[in-house]
């Protein structure tokens, strides 16, 4: 049986802000927690960087966004992204993210992909 751990806060967007420096890009938070079915981040983006376009073919994923501003392009065209918005994008739709003069901050919520294992090669 999988141990599940209870439920709780597991963190503070300002704390997270306030310990970054304001040019670091990335993933602030990543959630960990053993036995989970979801992935999780927390993103900034520094002002005027981008998430060039690409394809998911596999995950669904809901974006929140938490701070700052920017676009999302998908094949519906250019969306304003501000504080309090969510998306949608769906598998295998094209999209690109950029964030506005403040930068962006934004939490990704998807699916956990199944972890890595190594099977044999083929008989030969």
Same mark, same amino acid.
């Given at each position: ?6 439920? %709780?806060?597991? $963190? ?30 927390? =993103? ?7 998430? +060039?376009?690409? =394809? ?8 929140? =966004? ?7 392009? $998908? !094949?519906? %065209? ?7 918005? $969510? ?8 999209? +690109? =993210? ?18 890595? $294992?190594?099977?044999?090669?083929? !008989?030969?």
């Amino acid at each position: 049986m999988t141990s599940h751990p209870g439920p %709780g806060v597991l $963190t503070h967007l300002e704390s997270l802000l306030h310990r970054a420096p304001a040019d670091r890009g990335g993933a602030l938070w990543r959630l960990q927690e053993e036995g989970r079915q979801l992935d999780a981040n927390i =993103v900034r983006l520094p002002a005027n960087a981008e998430v +060039a376009a690409h =394809v998911e073919p596999d995950l669904d994923v809901l974006v929140q =966004v938490l701070d700052g501003s920017g676009h999302l392009e $998908t !094949a519906n %065209g250019r969306q304003l992204l501000s504080p309090g918005c $969510t998306a949608w994008l769906p598998h295998g739709a094209r999209r +690109a =993210v950029s964030a506005g003069e403040d930068g962006l901050v934004y939490l990704t919520v998807h699916r956990r992909r199944p972890g890595l $294992t190594v099977r044999p090669g083929p !008989a030969g």
